[in-house]
Nanobody, 114 residues
Framework: QVQLVESGGGLVQAGGSLRLSCVASRSMFSMGWYRQAPGKERELVASITGGGSTNYGDSVKGRFTITMDNAKNTVFLQMNSLKAEDTAIYYC???????????WGQGTQVTVSS
């Protein structure tokens, strides 16, 4: 089993910034963030592999940056130029190679006021 511990959510005004962190209990092939707004499906925000390959959702490209500290099994999501539509619960995700193991965090609320 893999445990994920998230931190960094909160309330911010539109145009502001927040940084999310997620620590995994062991090394994983890839880590990332998904989000789910009320009444909407969960969607990919960003993901990163241990080798540094990244993938971003179209709505956050150019505003959000995902990084990983491999030594600390930690992934960070720097969110800049936040918009009201970024309001959602953000979930950390981690996967092993070949998707044999997948874990989700408990979720952290991000609220952007307009």
């Amino acid at each position: 089993q893999v445990q994920l511990v998230e931190s960094g959510g909160g309330l911010v005004q539109a145009g502001g910034s927040l940084r999310l962190s997620c620590v995994a209990s062991r090394s994983m092939f890839s880590m990332g963030w998904y989000r789910q707004a009320p009444g909407k499906e969960r969607e990919l925000v960003a993901s990163i592999t241990g080798g540094g390959s990244t993938n971003y959702g179209d709505s956050v490209k150019g505003r959000f940056t995902i990084t990983m500290d491999n030594a600390k099994n930690t992934v960070f999501l720097q969110m800049n130029s936040l918009k009201a539509e970024d309001t959602a619960i953000y979930y950390c995700n981690a996967r092993s190679a070949f998707f044999t193991t997948e874990a989700w965090g408990q979720g952290t609320q991000v609220t952007v006021s307009s």
